[in-house]
Structure formats: structure tokens, C-alpha cells
């Protein structure tokens, strides 16, 4: 049992469903919410920017009841003035949960090694996990049952797509990452999403690809932390982009979702994102309410 949330698959697909559920019945109530997290501090430690984690997760917090405190690496020295190892020890001495975005995905690993609090991943070079609760939340307020549904990534088979793929497999959805050579999803990724019983694809072609999809998803074609290798990427991602021509290719039942932040022009279009089909400001408002239910059941003593 992991008590952390460095992965989605950490969750079965039984506690998935539960979350999904807490988020939404929160979401619809929340005078609901309980103070799971009263007289409890929650760290928030970010090694790179962000709009939407670490807001969401402030105010989710705040709306349990605790008390979040943000950290900038350099205020802490982390591993440089001390130890990743002694950072994470200091701070589960006040912190009844420690969440953190990071550059290394082993950042997160040696802080879950060090300390008995959950940690939680906000992003790291591997997975985004808190992203995928919201991107199936928001799924399932537009399509109710994901069992069956068909979503395909177009774009960086990177952290999104990751968390995304094992978030799929536990829902049930069948999912496509369509990405150029070379930037495809990881194998392990998807050999680890099949062994949940997940179906994931891997195609080269978005056209063929998106046809028929529920869903349309993409994310930026530079992460934070690659910004020297925008210019490759720029060109091996052209004819990536998510547009009016690829919303079409996938019929008129599809809609469109992206992490955020977007560059309008790169990976989408600014039609498709501020178009009728994208469900991007429901996402993103989402990222509160899922990560509520995540760190309530953390709080309760939840693992997977
Ligand atoms: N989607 C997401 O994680 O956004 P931020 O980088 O702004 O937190
Ligand atoms: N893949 C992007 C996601 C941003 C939320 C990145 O890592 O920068």
C-alpha cells in the first residue's frame, strides 16, 4: 500500500470512482465539504511555475480547513543548502501532507522515501497526476460513463499523457497518444497502463488517429524545463497542431481538452480552444475540486 500520489496508478480503479464521485457530490455541494484538513498545514513546494496547481491546491486546502504553505526551492536550499531528504523530514514535522513539482520525477521518490506523510506529485518530468483527475472528472460531467469511450492524445507523449494513460486504463477509457517519431509515449508507460488492463495505442497519423474520438486532448510541444529544444520541436511537431480540420476529422461528437497553459497557433488553434467544443475553463476549474477529494482521502488515511 502507498500512502503517496506520485502516479495515478497508485489508485485502484474502486478508489478512482470514489474520487470521482467525492468531486463531483463537493462540486455540487459545497457546504459539504468537511474540515478534513483542520489545524493541518499542507506544503506546497514548487521548483517550476504555475496558474492553475498550485491555486487549485491552495484553495482546495483552504476549503478543507488547513492551511497551505508555498515554497520556492530557494527559499528552502532544496538540494543545495540541505537535503531533498532533510527538506521533506523538516517540513512532515508541520505538514500533514507535502506536495511538490519538480524537475526530476526521483525528487518526489526520495521525498516519499523520507517521510511518513502522503506525498503528492503537482508535476514532474514523468507524470502529472493531479492534471488526470481532473481531465476524467471532466469526462465524466460530459459523458457520464467513460467505460468504452475513446479519447486520443494528440501531441508530446510526456508527463499529460502519461498520467493520462493510466488514468484511462482505470476508467476504462481507450486511449490513443498520437505523437511524431520520437516523442512518442514511453514503452513502459504503456506496457504499465495494459497491465492495469487499460487499452493504449500509440499512431503516428492525428487524422487517422482522432476519427471517431469522444475526446481530443492536447498539450504543449515544450515542456517547462526543455525551452532550448523549442525550435526542434517546433518542427517535429507541425502537422500536430489541433484545428478546425482535425476537430473535423474526428466528427462532430468530439470534444477538446487541454492542461493548459496553451499556446494558441502551436499545438492548437486558437478556433478549436475558444471554440464551442473545448471544455478547457471547465478542466481547469476542475483541478480544484479533484485535488479536494484527493487530499481528504489523503488526510483519512487513504492509499491505494
Ligand atoms: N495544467 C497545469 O498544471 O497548469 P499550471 O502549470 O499552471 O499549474
Ligand atoms: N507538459 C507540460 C504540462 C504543463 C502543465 C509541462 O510539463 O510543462
Redesign the pocket.
Known sequence: MTRDFLEVDALTPDRLGALLEQARAWKRDPGAVPAALARKGVALLFE?PSA??RSSTEMAVVGLGGHPIYIRPDEVGLGVRESVEDVARTLAGYCAIIAARVFDHATLEAMAAAVEVPVVNL?S?RA?PC?ALADVLTLRERLGSLDGRRVVFVG?G???AASLAFASALCGIELTVASPPGYELDDDVVDRARNLGGTVEVAIDPYEAVKGADAVYT??WT????EAEADARRAAFRGYQVDADLMTAAGDQAVFLH???AHRGEEVSAEVIDGPTSLVWQQAANRMDAVRALLADLAAGGGA
Not at 515542456?223 to 526543455?226: N, R
Open positions: 517550476k492553475r496547481t508535476l518530468d502529472h492534471q508530446d510526456n508527463n499529460v498539450d504543449v515542456s517547462m524545463g526543455q492542461c493548459l497553459p
